[in-house]
Nanobody
Framework: QVQLTESGGGLVQAGGSLRLSCAIS????????MGWFRQAPGKGREVVAQ????????YYDYSVKGRFTISRDNARNTVYLQMNSLKPEDTAVYYC??????????????????WGQGTQVTVSS
């Protein structure tokens, strides 16, 4: 059974940084994109960033572009999200997702089959 486990969330002041990690266990993926999504209180889940298998193609929502960086280590079955210059509006539960059949970036959240349980990120002003 595939499990995605996020870590690295927490409370940080505006302007600070956090690094999220998401590890896949239970199955070794040999292909596929991974992504980070977030859901703020009272809002729908939205895409934050996506990365293809080789790491050569990435996608960022305009709200995080230039501040967040997605990366992956396929040998460790892990994807990362480095978040810098955090803002209070970045406060949300952050989820990672993976799908071995998604070959590129820019896919909607409904297309991802595997999801983690989420990690809370809170940015205070």
């Amino acid at each position: 059974q595939v499990q995605l486990t996020e870590s690295g969330g927490g409370l940080v002041q505006a302007g600070g940084s956090l690094r999220l990690s998401c590890a896949i266990s239970g199955r070794t993926f040999s292909s596929g994109a991974m992504g980070w999504f977030r859901q703020a209180p009272g809002k729908g889940r939205e895409v934050v960033a996506q990365i293809n298998w080789s790491g050569t193609s990435t996608y960022y929502d305009y709200s995080v572009k230039g501040r967040f960086t997605i990366s992956r280590d396929n040998a460790r079955n892990t994807v990362y999200l480095q978040m810098n210059s955090l803002k209070p509006e970045d406060t949300a539960v952050y989820y990672c997702a993976a799908d071995p059949y998604i070959m590129d970036v820019g896919h909607t959240l409904n297309e991802y089959d595997y999801w983690g349980q989420g990690t809370q990120v809170t940015v205070s002003s």
